[in-house]
């Protein structure tokens, strides 16, 4: 288990995206899989960085780790106002150019991206945990969580 | 992230879009784009061969270029698009509205 704790600003972005990268290297995915934790970890932030802590700076935690040997787990920890990206509503994708807008879009890549995903607060804290199958794990990959192994949700982080 | 201009033929300017469109970058991306539009009176085509990542903020670039360039009369395509940027288009439905190509090639003949 590794963590990271830097100041919830853009500015710290590539940082904070580095250290879930390394720890995806470490485990073992693939480059393409890589992106796609990359990703999702952004949206997930950049949604802390804007709601969770709307008009004062604050920090925000990672918690990196293997569950099962088979499972990556992304804990985000924030002391902002209580905030849970995901209950934003999905936006409509169908929708033509005219009519498109693109609020709600980041998180419901984060969701698309993620085998599971849960909320919740915790005292002063948002913990946002995504998780992400391993390939060749025995779980398939994107949207059917309904095969996945339950994620502990009772398990604490940090 | 860094756009650089690789020809100009047809009424169609094609630019290369290398490295990654993120919420730090995609700022400076919209803003050298749309400089651009303003500019010119060419179509855009995007070739995304060199580009390794895409994220929401890129895509709500995307989305204000190619409104621009529409209310222009003016079109914005993409081609060579990376399997996982080709993901994002597809998963946020991008792809439906914006036309994406295999190769410059594809994008110049169809337009």
Redesign the interface.
Known sequence: MSAITLTAELSQLADLIAFVRQAAQSAGFVPDRIREIELATEEALVNIFQYAYPDVMGKVRIDCRMVNDSRLAVAIADYGIPFNSLDFPDPDVGAGLEDRHTGGLGVFLMKKLTDDRQYRREGNQNILTLVFDKPGSGKDRIGDTAQSEPFDRSESWP | MEIVKLEEKDNCVRVAVKGRI???TAPEFEAELNQWVSQGTADLLMDLNGL??I???G??SI?GI??KL?KDGRALMLCSLR??VK??FD???FS??IPIYDSPEAALKKR
Do not use: Q
């Open positions: 993120d919420a730090v390794d990542y994220s929401s903020a895509l709500r989305l190619t409104k529409k399997d996982t993901e994002v998963i946020s439905g439906t509205i």
